[in-house]
């Protein structure tokens, strides 16, 4: 990468978290490409230069935050244990939360887009991709074959699982200073009483 390249990689990524705050607190819909120059202290042509639109800044977000479901999802691939791949999960992901400040937010802004109807195609074709689930389906299937994962439906464990991290993604974006649990509490929901 050449030093024109550097320097207009280093000058987004200050416009892209911007966008994810005021895409968080102001949605998607009701944040103006003038309110993230605004808040990036710059004019509108000048974010035109980084950005061509507000649904280029929002896809790249979110190529960002899948680029965290595919390491969750190669972990889900891994030769250890079924509970031990989701203890693994779990602690990448509040690690991140602690690492970064950008990380539990982006779990509300995929939230976002999955639910609202009003957000871009390129935006929904990104977050509709539910391999990660369908590979946690089949890890606790492994772990329900072996004993070391409750029995019950698989797909409503997932969405236990998944939902968990969701509410405390939720909770960490909207109150950075809250405790992030650990992360065997989370990976309790799954294993099998003994």
């Known amino acids: 990468m050449g030093i024109r390249a550097e320097q207009k990689a280093m ?20 944040t103006s490409v003038r309110d993230i ?31 965290g479901v595919s390491s969750a999802g ?8 079924p509970l031990e791949k ?9 690690r991140s939360f602690k690492d970064t400040t950008q990380s539990a937010p982006m779990f509300l802004l995929v939230h976002q887009v999955m639910v609202f109807d009003s957000m871009p195609d ?14 946690t389906v089949d890890v606790i ?21 998944w939902s968990a991290i969701q509410g405390i993604a939720e909770s960490a974006a ?6 992030i649990p650990d992360p065997r509490w989370i990976v309790s929901i799954l294993k099998a009483d003994k």
């Not at 190669?74 to 244990?81: A, R, Y």
């Not at 989701?86 to 509040?94: L, Q, R, S, V, Y």
């Not at 909207?174 to 405790?179: G, I, L, R, T």
């Open 174 to 179: 909207m109150n950075p200073e809250m405790p």
């Open 74 to 81: 190669e972990m889900l691939l891994g030769d250890m244990k």
């Open 122 to 135: 390129k935006a929904k074709q990104i977050v509709s991709n539910d391999e990660y689930y369908f590979r």
């Open 11 to 30: 000058r987004r990524q200050p416009i892209l978290d911007k966008s994810l705050d005021l895409f968080i607190h102001q949605g998607f819909a009701g």
């Open 141 to 161: 299937l492994e772990g329900q074959k072996n004993g070391e994962i409750r029995t019950g439906d698989p797909v409503g464990l997932a969405v236990a699982f």
């Open 86 to 94: 989701f203890e693994n999960i779990t602690d990448m992901i509040f």
């Open 37 to 67: 120059a605004k808040a990036c202290d710059i004019s509108p042509a000048l974010l035109f230069h980084y950005f061509e639109n507000k649904d280029d800044i929002l896809v790249e977000l979110l190529r960002f935050a899948f680029s």
